[in-house]
């Protein structure tokens, strides 16, 4: 079907899946929340979906 792409963040300490392309946005305003739950991308790959773990740029923070 489609490609879930998300992103992890820990936030205080806790960690939550942020979604990162339009298919995962989707999803999170389907379930009704900003951030993705397992237990809504086990849903979503019960329905053929691929969740896929990308890494944001983080090279701006350390370099001026």
């Given at each position: ?6 992103v992890?963040?820990?936030?205080y300490?806790?960690k939550?899946i ?10 999170a305003?389907?379930?009704?929340t900003?951030?993705l ?6 849903l979503?790959?019960k ?8 890494l ?9």
């Amino acid at each position: 079907m489609g490609t879930l792409e998300v992103v992890v963040r820990s936030v205080y300490g806790v960690k939550q899946i942020y979604p990162a392309n339009d298919a995962a946005r989707v999803i999170a305003q389907i379930a009704g929340t900003k951030t993705l739950t397992t237990q809504t991308l086990a849903l979503a790959k019960k329905l053929g979906m691929v969740v896929q773990e990308v890494l944001e740029p983080q090279l701006a923070e350390v370099m001026p």
